[in-house]
């Protein structure tokens, strides 16, 4: 795994705080950004919403590697789109962060990392592209329903990600 892994996952646990269970969120009870459907499956069984809040700082790096930052492909992404991409993954899902991109490089929106999405996003410059990415996610954010009880926040969150993203670009070079 490539060194900005951990800033990445910094910045994610920034913007995913602690506990939160708010009855609008379809992602339901959630500590530090991991669902309790993500944490059953990462267990292999239920767990309560106790167990989710003692979630342990081990627990937290395996899930956001491996559920994460890996199969959003984050490894063979440039820096600083890598924790772009990743902060999507995170909050929005793996999916949902490849159809950004893609629609980001302006390919064919499939909701996979592939090789092609691959080439055109390190064919870019990645200052571009972390631009690109992070207008493409205020445009999806702004189209949720949602967006009227959450929206302040995703903003502000793109708005911070996209700053970071520069900052973990910068700091590799």
């Keep these: 795994m490539r060194s900005t892994f951990p800033e990445a996952l910094q910045m994610v646990l920034k913007h995913e705080g602690g506990w939160a269970d708010h009855p609008a969120d379809p992602g339901g009870a959630t500590m530090k ?13 239920e767990a309560s919403k106790d ?3 003692a979630i342990t700082d081990k627990q ?3 899930i956001y590697s491996q559920n994460y930052w890996a199969k959003a492909r984050c490894d063979e992404l440039p820096v600083g789109v890598d924790a772009s991409v990743f902060d999507v993954a995170v909050n929005s899902g793996s999916s949902r962060a490849a159809k950004l991109l ?11 990392i592939g090789a092609k999405t691959l080439g055109a996003a390190n064919a870019v410059a990645p200052a571009e592209l972390i631009a690109r990415f992070a207008e493409a996610r205020r445009s999806f954010y702004r189209k949720l329903a949602t967006f009227p009880i959450f929206g302040k926040g995703w903003l502000r969150r793109v708005d911070e990600v996209e700053a970071q993203a520069y900052a973990i670009l910068t700091a590799n070079r």
């Design 51 to 53: 167990e989710l809040r």
């Design 60 to 62: 937290l790096h395996d």
């Design 33 to 45: 950004g991991v669902t309790l459907q993500t944490f059953n499956a990462f267990l292999g069984r």
């Design 102 to 112: 893609q629609a980001s490089l302006g390919l064919e929106v499939d909701g996979i």
